[in-house]
């Protein structure tokens, strides 16, 4: 990969290598599956007879439970962690936002993401998209291996025919990623 370098006008171009393409295609799309199935339904505007339809709101009809799916939980965090009523009214109010949010920006990356590889360019708000959906990525991934912030020694611990070892490889690959478009956005 190229690294992110910044471009007139605030945005950001890098180029990447086919399989670097392939692979953010692949682990994007899987953040997108996760989150959507047990999603619930967004909720339906009503139609507007008076003016002021915004204060005309049903709630969700069902109360969604803390996903019981750690990556799931990472992503769609409890909003009060001491306080489970709280936290289930929040979570009644704004997970299926917070859900449709987290698709948006990642099917914003796919859309901007040449599949074949090659030059990326990107505006701002893009990039922002773009920094979301690579840390939902790197969240989900992160908790799937367990990394803890001692990385670099959880990594060192595997031999190079591990399984994991390749994963870790691309958990890393994605922070440099990740700091190669801040670094070019700052």
Request: glycine share 8%.
């Amino acid at each position: 990969m190229e690294p992110f370098r910044s471009t007139r006008g605030g945005g950001v171009r890098a180029t990447l290598a086919p399989a670097e393409a392939s692979l953010l295609r692949s682990l994007v799309g899987q953040v997108i599956t996760l989150i959507a199935p047990d999603g619930p339904a967004a909720p339906k505007p009503k139609p507007q007879e008076e003016p002021d339809g915004l204060l005309d709101w049903d709630p969700p009809a069902e109360q969604p439970e803390t996903p019981t799916d750690p990556v799931l939980a990472r992503l769609l965090p409890d909003g009060y962690r001491d306080d489970p009523e709280a936290a289930g009214e929040f979570r009644k109010y704004t997970e299926s936002g917070l859900r449709s949010a987290k698709q948006e920006t990642a099917q914003e990356m796919l859309d901007t993401l040449p599949e074949a590889g090659g030059k990326v360019q990107l505006t701002h708000d893009q990039a922002q998209a773009w920094l979301k959906a690579l840390n939902d990525v790197r969240l989900a991934l992160g908790v799937r291996l367990g990394v803890t912030e001692e990385f670099e020694e959880q990594w060192g611990r595997l031999a190079a025919d591990d399984p994991q070892w390749a994963a870790y490889e691309v958990y890393a690959w994605l922070g440099a990623v990740q700091e190669s478009l801040v670094q070019a956005l700052a």
